[in-house]
């Protein structure tokens, strides 16, 4: 059974920095795309980043490029997100993923539950 499991969340000012973990039981990323999804309250679930865990090449959306940093561990099977200078429209559940890539949600075949980031101001 596949399971991704997201950690790092909280509470934090606007500024301030958080490192979110995507750590994977049942699968190895080695082929795999992960791409890291965003999702505010009454608001569709939007790209945030990606790394092809075999090349390592990233890509970013434009509003956090510069400010995130997605990285991979090969020995912990584990994806990261590093957001610094977080801004309070930034408040959402993040969501890692695993798949072909890309952009859009239909291109991961595979979520985790989530982990809740509140910016606050």
């Known amino acids: 059974q596949v399971q991704l499991v997201e950690s790092g969340g909280g509470l934090v000012q606007v500024g301030d920095s958080l490192r979110l973990s995507c750590a994977a039981a049942g699968l190895t990323f080695s082929t795999y795309a992960v791409g890291w999804f965003r999702q505010a309250p009454g608001k569709e679930r939007e790209f945030v980043a990606r790394i092809n865990w075999s090349n390592g090449i990233t890509g970013y959306a434009d509003s956090v490029k510069g400010r995130f940093t997605v990285s991979r561990d090969r020995v912990k099977n584990t994806v990261y997100l590093q957001m610094n200078n977080l801004r309070a429209e930034e408040t959402a559940v993040y969501f890692c993923?695993?798949?072909?890539?890309?952009?859009?949600?239909?291109?991961?075949?595979?979520w985790g539950q989530g982990t809740q980031v509140t910016v606050s101001s």
């Open positions: 993923a695993a798949g072909a890539g890309g952009t859009l949600l239909r291109g991961y075949a595979y």
